[in-house]
């Protein structure tokens, strides 16, 4: 392939944006869930065979179970026999009589009947002192350990050797059977059905028919058993509801005889329609005062006063007689005007006319006073007749409440006669029927399908047991592989760098076995492995193609990373080896502390270097070496007990008086202002400066390196350095707002990874021939 600057250059075929992440978060990666399955795909198979070995192992070890089956029909409750419409139209039974039927075949009565019927505390199957003793027993082990005193310290853990008796076998048993017996309904029906769980299976039938056939037996039993209760208790209940009835009646004619009453109900009849007549009366009546009292009240003011007022009155108005007065006194007023101006005084024409007026003003006053006291006397009879009414209404009232608590007195005591009585009627009209059907047939249930021995084994289900296991299995297995991937706390993929990291990723370096550290740093000029070449030739794209974007290029471009052996200084060499054959490229050491270029390319142990030129100790011409076309700057070595960094002017020719005792921190040298000086100078001369930093954990170091770099390239290798570590340097460089182009993730096993269903460098990348 032909490498000349004007054939092509690499593309890669992401942006080099930031990928963004956020809408990402909301969505579930099936592809990367599915490669972490892929990855641990045979720990999971292994896992899964070894627990359905496993279970088929503990399977054929169980002791088979085979289920007898009995099924019931639960009756209607009996209803009583001359009692014809309960008999004919009967009911379902209610849920709470069936769940008590149900708890009934649970009960322990019921398991001891069968256990005393078949006779199971001496039947191999179900005798404990018949049963094979356990392969491992570790209170038998410790008793014989304790039998040579080996143990004296734990005789509290060796069981007391009793021999049982027989209460302590059949309650044993009992036990067993209750615990191997289930009993439910089928459906929604009134069926129930009772299964035994037992090793043989002519015992299992037998032990069902037992349990169905006792609760039959016990039902009888216990309806009999209640009848004759019944009868009894009725006998002797009845002596008493005859005698209280008795007392009763006697109580009641007593009463009547001492009040006089005869025919109490006809009585409150006539009173109550006194009471209501009276009433109603007594309202007209309120009403009637009401009204005259506010005549009275509009008058009683004005008895005294002004005839006008009086008789503008409502009240006094509307009298025919008042209202006929008032007209003829306006008659007189109107004539008494009319002559006033057409006679003088004196006039008898005049003098008549006002002789009229006074008469009829005088006559209209004793017709007002007429009314005033018809009003005042219509009032005094309304209050008269209201008091009257009043009194006479609770005299009724009296009557009547009086009349009432002889009638309750009364009813309460025919109530007591009436429910004695019907109470004495009930209890012998019971007796009589229970006399008549105590010998019925009153069970509640019957057996409709008895138990047959069973032919199949009803458990274990060992295909369905394996089956569950190895699903189980797989889940687990699957749920380990996702709990060991979180737990695994590095880079794995290109995925999680920028998901993590939030930077974009510029290439995924192979990792390069059996390879020493001067074969590495010369790799992509050897061409032995085309992949890494190919991958550091995808990085020189993404420089090159970012620098003729940007308005500044990128010259100074750092490269570090989290720890050391990461593979910075690798990735550094190669870049700056890649990029000679299109510019002029420098290659700066700047780790001071672990310096690699001279030792990668066979510079004296004491040469010149960067330090020698910050420290002022020698020029730059004289440090830099060339191999090949590439121009490099080592790390140097310089001691001395006192410089100036900040404070010369230029750069000055070697020094003489060294002191090899005293060596500056390389903070100090790299805070000198020589430093960007020198850079500035560096510009001039070349397309790009490629700095090997020390890595980030030596923050102070790549921080002040940062900030004279135009790109800052971040190495993270593969399956190594912590997530955590990373963030963490990580954000201490980015918050000083240092320009990071992006991140490298290195010594990737491509083989791993195409195993584990990851393809880096298939994926990341591709080459296309672009003319610049």
């Known amino acids: 392939m032909d490498n000349s600057p004007s054939t092509y250059v690499e593309r890669p075929l992401q ?88 708890a009934l075949l649970q009960s322990r009565d019921l398991a001891e009947r069968a256990v005393r019927t078949l006779k199971l505390t001496t039947n191999p199957v179900t005798d404990p002192r018949q049963q094979p003793q356990p392969l491992f027993n570790p209170r038998q082990w410790l008793a014989d350990l304790n039998r040579d005193q080996w143990l004296p310290g734990l005789d509290f853990l060796i069981p007391a050797t009793t021999t049982p008796t027989e209460e302590d076998i059949f309650n044993q048993v009992t ?117 005259a009292e506010s005549q009275y009240r509009q008058v009683q003011g004005l008895s005294n006063g002004d005839l006008n007022k009086l008789s503008s009155v409502p009240a006094v108005l509307a009298n025919p007689l008042v209202q006929q007065f008032q007209a003829e006194l306006a008659k007189a007023q109107a004539k008494v005007e009319e002559l006033s101006v057409r006679y003088g005084p004196k006039h008898p024409s005049l003098i008549s006319a006002r002789s009229e007026l006074r008469t009829a003003t005088e006559s209209l006053r004793l017709q007002v006073k007429q009314v005033i006291s018809g009003i005042e006397h219509q009032y005094q009879l309304a209050v008269a007749s209201e008091d009257a009414l009043r009194k006479s209404f609770n005299t009724n009232k009296s009557q009547i409440q009086d009349i009432s608590r002889k009638e309750f007195q009364l009813r309460e005591f025919q109530r007591e006669v009436d429910s004695s009585r019907a109470l004495y009627e009930t209890f012998i009209t019971r007796l009589k029927e229970t006399a008549a059907t105590a010998d019925m047939d009153s069970t509640k249930a019957r057996i409709v399908d008895p138990a047959i021995v069973p032919l199949e084994a009803s458990k274990p289900r060992k295909t369905l047991i394996v089956a569950i296991v190895a699903l189980l299995a797989g889940v687990v297995g699957v749920v380990l592989a996702f709990l060991f991937e979180s737990l695994s706390n590095t880079f794995k993929t290109d995925e999680t760098i920028e998901s993590t990291l939030n930077i974009p990723l510029l290439s995924v370096v192979p990792l390069v076995a059996k390879k020493s550290r001067r074969q590495l740093a010369r790799l992509f000029d050897d061409n032995v492995n085309p992949r890494f070449s190919e991958t550091i030739r995808n990085l020189r794209a993404w420089l090159m193609l970012q620098s003729s974007e940007t308005e500044t290029p990128l010259q100074v471009v750092l490269v570090t990373s989290t720890v050391a052996e990461e593979g910075k200084s690798t990735i550094a060499n190669n870049l700056a080896c890649s990029l000679t054959p299109l510019e002029r490229v420098l290659l700066i050491d700047a780790d001071m502390r672990q310096p690699t270029l001279s030792l990668n390319f066979d510079f004296p142990p004491d040469c010149l270097g960067l330090a020698n030129v910050i420290a002022g100790t020698a020029r730059l011409e004289d440090c830099i070496r060339t191999v090949g076309n590439l121009d490099m700057l080592p790390a140097g070595n310089i001691s001395s007990p006192s410089l100036d960094l900040f404070s010369s002017p230029r750069l000055p020719p070697r020094l003489t008086h060294i002191d090899p005792s005293r060596q500056p921190p390389p903070q100090d040298l790299l805070c000198s202002p020589r430093l960007a000086r020198m850079l500035e100078v560096l510009k001039t001369r070349y397309r790009h400066i490629i700095i090997d930093s020390p890595p980030a954990e030596m923050v102070s170091d790549a921080l002040l390196l940062a900030q004279h770099s135009d790109a800052v390239i971040y190495v993270v290798k593969a399956d190594s350095t912590p997530v955590g570590q990373v963030q963490k340097y990580l954000a201490i460089l980015q918050q000083s707002h240092v320009p990071m182009f992006g991140a490298v993730l290195n010594q990737v096993d491509l083989r791993k990874a195409r195993k584990y269903g990851y393809s880096h460098s298939e994926t990341f990348y591709n080459y296309d021939y672009v003319p610049r």
Do not use: C
């Not at 592809?31 to 627990?51: E, T, Y």
């Not at 004919?88 to 008590?100: A, F, M, R, V, W």
């Not at 769980?197 to 039938?205: G, H, N, R, S, T």
């Not at 009848?227 to 009835?245: F, G, K, Y």
């Open 15 to 102: 942006a080099s944006a930031p990928v963004q992440h956020g809408e990402e978060k909301d969505t579930i990666d099936l592809l990367k869930l599915w490669r972490v399955i892929w990855r641990a795909k045979w720990n999971i198979g292994l896992w899964v065979l070894m627990s359905v070995a496993l279970a088929i192992a503990v399977v054929m070890t169980i002791t088979p179970q085979y289920v007898g089956s009995t099924t019931l029909l639960i009756k209607d409750p009996t209803p009583p026999l001359l009692n014809f419409q309960q008999t004919t139209e009967k009911g379902s039974p209610t849920p709470d009589y069936l769940q008590t039927q149900l």
């Open 175 to 291: 036990q067993d059977l209750m615990r191997h017996t289930s009993v439910k309904f089928v459906g929604k029906s009134q069926l129930i059905e009772i299964d035994v769980e037992l090793p043989d299976p002519q015992l299992a039938a037998a032990a069902a028919n037992a349990l169905a056939q006792g609760f039959l037996d016990s039902q009888s039993d216990t309806s009999q058993k209640s009848s004759q209760t019944t009868t009894s208790w009725m006998n002797t209940r009845l002596i008493e509801l005859r005698d209280n009835l008795r007392k009763a009646e006697d109580k009641l004619q007593a009463y009547r005889e001492q009040q006089g009453l005869v025919d109490v109900d006809g009585v409150a009849t006539i009173s109550a329609n006194e009471l209501q007549m009276t009433g109603n009366r007594m309202i007209d009546a309120r009403r009637n005062r009401a009204e």
